[in-house]
């Protein structure tokens, strides 16, 4: 028996999704492997896709909680890894321009962030750590306790906030207002705008950077 799935998001869902490829590349190998009653793991999507394991999770997990697939974990073999269905081969997507707008409007004013300048802050107790296109791909903060212990935070980027970092004025350098930051980054949505302001204020309070508001 066919079921026919009617989604209806509003924006945020539908931006959530569909802003990348990534979850329609997921949604078709699924498909692939479930006609040959195959069912894939997220370390065999990550692979085949050439992606990395937490972008594949992030985006199976979305596709979870949109009840486009179902995850199910072997009973009678336990430590194997979780794998992945579709709900249904049979997709409606419902898009309801009206209620999207209505739903965007109530999130998208981009003037209610702050426009802080700032800059990278000259601070010898952080690490950068890059790939092999010179992009920032982790920091660690050393920071030394009262019993002269160095304790190490680690924070590992996203590709939207390694991209981010790339243009943030060195400390020598004049500042720049953060959604100037945020253009040179290509960034032209309120969402990763919104998780951009975020990962500042991370910035700020291990002072990786340093703001005038």
């Known amino acids: 028996m066919l079921i026919l799935r009617i989604w209806k998001p509003d924006y945020q869902q539908f931006q959530e999704l569909f802003a990348n490829d990534y979850c329609l590349k997921i949604l078709t190998l699924i498909t692939q492997k479930n006609q040959l009653k195959e069912f894939p793991c997220a370390n065999n999507i990550a692979k085949i896709l050439g992606i990395h394991i937490s972008t594949a999770t992030k985006y199976l997990d979305l596709l979870c909680n ?14 194997k890894p979780t794998y992945y269905k ?5 997709i ?6 009206r209620f999207m707008n209505q739903t965007l409007q109530k999130i998208s004013d981009i003037t209610s962030l702050p426009n802080p300048l700032l800059r990278e802050k000259a601070n010898p107790r952080v690490d950068y750590y890059l790939d092999k296109e010179g992009l920032i791909t982790r920091i660690v903060v050393k920071k030394k306790t009262k019993a002269r212990r160095i304790i190490k935070r680690k924070f590992t980027l996203s ?8 243009y943030i004025p060195h400390p020598k350098m004049e500042t720049k207002q953060f959604t100037e930051v945020c253009a040179q980054a290509g960034v032209n949505d309120f969402f990763t705008l919104k998780e951009l302001y975020n990962f500042l204020q991370k910035l700020e309070k291990y002072q990786i950077i340093e703001l005038e508001k």
Do not use: A, C, T, V
Request: hydrophobic content about 35%.
């Open 66 to 79: 949109h009840e486009f697939i179902d995850k199910e974990q072997f009973i009678d073999r336990p430590g």
């Open 86 to 90: 579709l709900r249904s081969l049979n």
């Open 92 to 97: 409606s997507i419902n898009l309801d321009l």
């Open 159 to 166: 590709k939207n906030e390694s991209n981010f970092m790339k």
